[in-house]
């Protein structure tokens, strides 16, 4: 099993959604991300919180094996952010975002963490992208996010982290921003061209799209969930997802590998949304997925002979 | 095979995309609708014209043996939709409804249609799809579709239609519309309560969710279709396609069935977007469904034991 390095946001959230509110509420792109990826595989997290981490956050991903020896913890907060989701929950509206001690985050690696063969750059400044992967030996598989933040901000920067990734997973409507494409079709096969040779479109409650540049689309719904409680953090939890099940393989992961990394991924983002935060996805176990992934496949699936017209 | 009996619109369009302009071009429920269904079944239109409806829009029809003989034409002029779509096409905006013809629209069907096994009532007003009803004998399975104007406007006459129907296609916006629900798993499973056994969402370029009261959900998105022209009809090409593919089968649709007929429906769809109006659809053959079914197939397949955890 190989080793997967992220590095990502660990933060408090207070979201509104029409089912609630959560205040101060353990988020960030490193937690939802480690805590799928760790079901599958073996996780390092590079990132930076505040004193006033709790202490069982911490233990939240060592119960999963994270190592949390790249976790800098310094004088200051946790980086916050509040918003709420309205309606149909289909975007979320930032009401505030304090970086804290994310401020002046400055990712060193530890030596350890060197030959890490799996990597993702979940979503921050591309110069910190930059940072981390020149600091990694020789990965074998690289993989970002990105937001319309960086998209409008740093592109340029952006554009060179691109370069250097195997894989983008990317929104739906941040796919379109990127590349001007009025779908996520074109906007996949538009962003294949910068660099990456798989391209994953998160669709939120519609699920994924991914292409590949030699073998095409492979695209898939969403898990039908019913009650949606909290959609932060989902896209994390499918890159998670989608890691793990590559690093668990343990080679250089085909077209046939990311399909199945995505089913993955969305069946695991299927569980976050289900409470606020990482409460559902914290309590996840292997057999829970395997259970989804069975009542999954009988939504997606028809028989081989199905479609003969 | 059964026949199929469809009424809904015989219209002309004017419809204006970011690809282009298309002025008084051939559109209306019953003409997409009746050009995919008759790829794969016999239909029966019941409607309205009026006496500007070119001889080539009528042997558009004749050619697919499509049975016109319920089809009215009355002075006047046909029924015309002027409207138009930006960016990421996802909503028409409406400039102009002319009903001309279709206002005093009063459906009455030819002795030789109230046999019909197979019924769909496209989107007109529910006291004519009520009319329409009334005057089949007995039929083995009747759907329906209707719009956000009948459900603000005439909410207690269509759910008598909905008691009547076995399944509604109905576009997911207005789904939520009618139920109060915040997404579409929810809205399909409301919708059964109101008396149909089977509910399809239908959700523009991220596929359909089909859900039948007895056996769940079924979902799969879009075909992969780079260069969208115009959406105009996708909607009604789905039902086409749908009752097509049900009524070949000459027996009470099962669930199964109705999953291949969702199939269909989608790929007919596929074609009718890539031009503006019928243009698209109406060149469509058997063998360019299946040479498209193949390449569909590859996008939303994996395979048996795919996603082992």
Redesign the interface.
Known sequence: MSQILVVGSLAYDSIQT?AGKAPKTLGGSANYFSLAASL?SKVRVVGVVGDDYAQEDYQLLEKRDVDLSGLEKVKGKTFHWEGYYE???NEAKTLKTDLNVFEHFNPKLPASFKDSQFVFLANIAPELQLQVLSQVDKPKFVGMDTMNFWISSKKSALLDVLKKVNVILINEGES?MLTGA?????AA?EISKMGPEAVVIK?G???F?LFHRDH??????AM?????IDPTGAGDTFAGGFFGTLASMDRRPSF?DM??AC??GTLLASFTIQDFGVKSLAKVT?ND??SR?HDY????S??KD??E?
Not at 224 to 228: E, G, L, N, P, Y
Not at 297 to 300: F, G, T
Request: glycine share 6%.
């Open positions: 029409p599958l309606g149909t929950l379109q009025a779908n996520a079709i074109a096969t669709r409650e519609y699920g799209v095409g689309f492979f695209s898939l719904p039908t969930i019913k009650d949606v046939e399909k199945k089913v993955v292997l997925l395997r992934r496949k009988k939504i997606v028809f028989e199905f479609v017209i």
